[in-house]
């Protein structure tokens, strides 16, 4: 292969051989043009300047990428474009356009073009879409590889729960996967699961080998958002030194989630609005519509509907999200969920740290978990275990480690409309229950009479004489 050696080689992102590329052209000083500058980028090429000649190079060498013209003698660069990804997907196509037909670009994209270029070609802009495309291509095996490990990981019998509450949105969420519903809003508090959700939606649709891509709104400025979601036309604003597809083109056929979507700028609101309405999108500083074919999943721990009508969200992009709404309950009314989630929690505790025998919670343990309020949802819960297992020597988590305010939210509001202590179903002496508190408020304040007193609104004498009584018997 001829090397050039008058021009120091900067470009690191490209292989020795950069790869095998067919040129199909009717007009051979096109061909030779780029036949030139593409050897001297250290690709490979052949060439070819009909439809027939073009397929059959095509099967015979194997070409990594295609650059294609529309107008050819016996057909059109789009019946090539059809074939070659009918037969090897992943193969990069460019089509190389004499006049900007909008048609023909939207189907060409449609049918997997990778990109443009207009005639006159400009070698630079050229040799940036071929390194743009080779880096996606590699991208993409990477995300596809990535993609089929994480789907065995991410899917809905992945989500731990037996009570109503979480069977319902999972049932919904199962329902809604494979249908052709193209926005989804998942609303619930901090921690409930609704990352979980997301991916168990995408990986259960026929969307599954398409990119998952999250963004979140709550994390950057609008105007960012704007150019991550919808990408850039060269020139766009005084950054746009080049044209960048955003996260809608890239994630074509899968899925976006769009998290905090509570926090996103209303104007850029109204301009989400407008793709779901229309179906296309075009790019910050671009002239063309570019149809879109990815599921938006949109979550929010704000109640959107009182924050529409409170102004701080578009109502019309509510009722347009929320077609198809999945709530997904707090942990606090998911019932025993919570107990099994932390067996959940200690086994993978166990299996973390060698040497860890956790068999579970002690029974006073439980019922602090059930009457707790879990205002941290699922995530707290998975944190206490995680820092109790540390902690705890024995084989079961206790009381000890726990933290203080979990401690003083449960089972304390006795004072309080709810009682939290239960009558067992076949009784017990008041004096046994007297005592146990009694004994209970005496090791919380480390033997201090007149705080454990306190603590029962006794006096220290009442104390005593309950602490005493109960040691006779
Ligand atoms: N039902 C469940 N079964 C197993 N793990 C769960 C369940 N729900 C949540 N989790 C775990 O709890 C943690 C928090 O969940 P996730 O990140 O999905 O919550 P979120 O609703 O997105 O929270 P935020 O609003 O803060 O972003 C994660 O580690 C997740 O795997
Ligand atoms: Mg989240």
Redesign the pocket.
Known sequence: MERRLDRPERNTNLPKSAGKVLIVDDESFVRMALNEALRSWEYETIEAGTVAEALELFEQEEPQIALLDIDLPDGSGLDVLTAIKERRPETIVVMITGNVDVENSVSALRGGAHDFISKPVRLEELRVTLRNAAETQSLRREVHHARRERSVAFNFS????QSDA?KKAIELGERIADSDVASILLQ??????????AKAIHFASDRSTHPYLAINCAALPATLIESELFGYEKGAFTDAKQRKEGLFEQAQGGTIFL??IGEMELSLQAKLLRVLENGVFRRVGGLKDIPLDVRIIA?S?QNLKKAGEAGTFRLDLYFRLSVIQID?PPLRERGD?VLL?AK?YTELANQKRRGKKLKGLTPAVERIFKDYEWTG???EL?NIIERSSILEDGEQITTTHLPADLLENSGGNLSGQGYAIKLPIDGIPLETVEFELAKQAFERTGGNLTQAAKLLDISRDQLRYKLRKSQKE
């Open positions: 992945q989500i731990i729960g979480i619930g508090e901090t921690g409930t699961g609704k990352d979980l959700f998290d905090e979550a721990n997904i969920d989630l959940h949802n699922v995530r998975r």
